[in-house]
């Protein structure tokens, strides 16, 4: 589909190049090179990256390093209210240095708007395979035409593990304690923000299955939860896998990290994985494990309960219905917009689940 996504373009990379080149300079207190800047197209929807290589020159000898800048979008109609690039830097900086997740390597953050006209952090690239967005790669890709059954079914399990390993980690040795609300359940926080973010992303048009699922999941909130620190956009396609897809090479895309029930993050990671299967009307690939047996292995694996599993389910086609959403309205597909094979799904499940 024309324009589908709503990731602006840099209109000069060339005068970003040079900029990034003296920013960096200062941040390594020496000279910096990019010789040239790349920006992928097969992932991601809500933030501008660029890939470039750094030269500079120690001891007489030329050094490089691969990086990778994410830049806040900065469009008319983004997909999100908001873009908080310190929580998603402060995230994996944390993680970091508190577990063994792997998290990429951070080479800074800027804040200050008056250097690129939005903020941005840079990290260090990580060699690896990342399953493709677009295409799907239950569709099209690597994941298709090159791995094995057996390879699919690790890429699975050491996403599942290391979700595990990452909800495992107290919230509060992590520093975001700061993130609740007294008087407030985190699920209550997160539910505030998706009725807000209805009435935002649809411009006051309203979502007739959004909303019944919101409805619903306000009424039905479980109780006595546990709280960690969600990853919240948990998914193959987030991930960079060793060259040997056996392990995982570091965790990505932070930006709706939260505090919640850990089950959240495997519902969110299933249910994405069925958007793009189930949802298009194509089969899933051959190994990889059922959701039943993901959500056996995250159990063992974290120690958590997955009772709530179900409730979270909806919450993840709610939210992932309304994002979508929310790109066909910014990208001009007005049929699209509450007809779209998101919210189709987010009907099909709630219909079973709640109905």
């Not at 040079?18 to 800047?37: C, D, F, N, Q, T």
């Not at 830097?89 to 006209?117: F, I, Q």
């Not at 960079?240 to 056996?246: C, E, M, P």
């Amino acid at each position: 589909m024309e324009n589908e996504r709503p990731t602006p373009l840099l209109e000069d990379s060339e005068d970003t190049r040079k900029k990034l080149e003296s920013w960096l300079g200062e941040h390594m207190g020496h000279a910096v090179s990019i010789p040239r800047l790349d920006i992928p197209e097969a992932t991601g929807m809500s933030n501008v990256t660029l890939l470039f290589d750094i030269e500079w020159q120690q001891g007489g000898v030329k050094q490089s390093e691969a990086c990778v800048a994410r830049l806040q979008p900065e469009i008319q109609r983004p997909v999100f209210p908001a873009y908080d690039l310190s929580l998603q830097y402060e995230v994996m900086d944390s993680v970091g240095r508190h577990s063994d997740v792997p998290v990429p390597e951070l080479r800074g953050l800027e804040t200050d708007k008056s250097l690129l006209g939005v903020q941005f952090y840079i990290m260090k690239h990580i060699e690896g395979r990342i399953p493709s967005d677009i295409p799907p790669y239950n569709m099209d890709g690597w994941m298709v035409h090159e791995a094995d059954q057996q390879q699919r079914v690790n890429m699975w399990y050491a996403a599942v593990d290391t979700m595990a390993d990452f909800h495992r980690l107290d919230y509060r040795t992590l520093g975001f304690e700061k993130l609740q609300v007294n008087g407030k359940t985190p699920l209550q926080q997160q539910l505030d923000y998706w009725r807000a973010y209805l009435d935002w992303a649809m411009e006051g048009a309203g979502h007739s299955i959004g909303q019944a699922a919101l409805d619903w999941l306000y009424a039905n909130q479980p109780q006595d939860e546990p709280t960690v620190l969600c990853w919240g956009d948990s998914r193959l396609a987030n991930i960079i896998f060793s060259n040997s897809l056996d392990k995982v090479a570091a965790v990505l895309d932070w930006e709706m990290a939260v505090l919640g029930n850990p089950v959240q993050d495997v519902a969110w990671f299933n249910y994405l994985d069925a958007t793009f299967s189930e949802g298009l009307g194509m089969p899933r690939l051959e190994g990889l494990p059922s959701y039943e047996d993901t959500l056996a292995r995250w159990e063992q694996a974290s120690g958590f309960s997955a009772r709530d599993y179900d409730y979270y389910l909806v919450f993840a086609g709610m939210r992932y219905g309304l994002i979508l959403s929310r790109i066909m309205l910014a990208t001009g597909q007005d049929s699209e917009v509450q007809g779209n094979f998101a919210c189709q799904l987010l009907q099909k499940y709630f219909d079973r689940i709640a109905g």
